[in-house]
């Protein structure tokens, strides 16, 4: 971990020549896909094949499969690499061919398709979040020490609860412990 160092971080910013902050926040956002959420479906009594934009065709193909009563192995999810393959497609009711419009004509493709009403209505909204950046400077402006105090909302909390450890979201938190929650992010800060 290069450029971790650990001490009394506020103490040396307030002793700093120049100081810097910042703070970032964000509202109740909704993931707002840059079309409708969608997806097509072709049910028979022996197979159930669904085309979608989505980042969890697994769980698209549990979802349809089960729906539509029949094994794993007898469904089929084509991913569409679409801009809105975001993590909102997870919710599988969109994504099974439930309710009886496939199963009401056996064999033709269905389109499903939420309203952009009903997508907002339903979607899964990402939680609100601040966060403070506070650093020390010295007289050739290279940083000294920074803190970066995040308050947000878990997502684990409510839909993966184990990875939650001694009540820290480590995912949330990212970055400000020298055990890496998500190594491929982009978006670590350390506190150093």
Known sequence: MANWGEGDALKTI???????????????????????????????PERVEVWLPTQNAEASLAA??????????????YKLDLA????????????????????AVPGTPVK??????????????????MCK??????????????AHPRFRQSINARVNPGAIKEGRDMRQLQGMFKEPAMPSSATACRIS
């Not at 902050?21 to 049910?43: D, I, K």
């Not at 499903?112 to 979040?129: C, G, K, M, N, V």
């Open 14 to 44: 307030a002793a700093a020549p120049r100081k810097v902050e910042a703070t970032y926040s964000t509202p109740f956002l909704a993931h707002a896909c840059m079309e409708p959420m969608n997806a097509t479906a072709r049910w028979t």
């Open 64 to 77: 349809s499969t089960e729906e539509a009563g029949l094994p794993l192995d007898k469904g089929e999810v």
């Open 84 to 103: 809105a393959a975001s993590a909102a497609r997870r919710r599988p009711g969109l994504h099974a061919p439930g309710g009886g419009h496939c199963q």
């Open 112 to 129: 499903l398709l939420w309203t952009r009403e009903e997508d907002q209505a339903h979607d899964f909204y990402r939680p609100i979040s």
């Open 133 to 146: 950046l506070t650093a020390g400077l010295d007289a050739k402006r290279q940083s000294l020490r920074a």
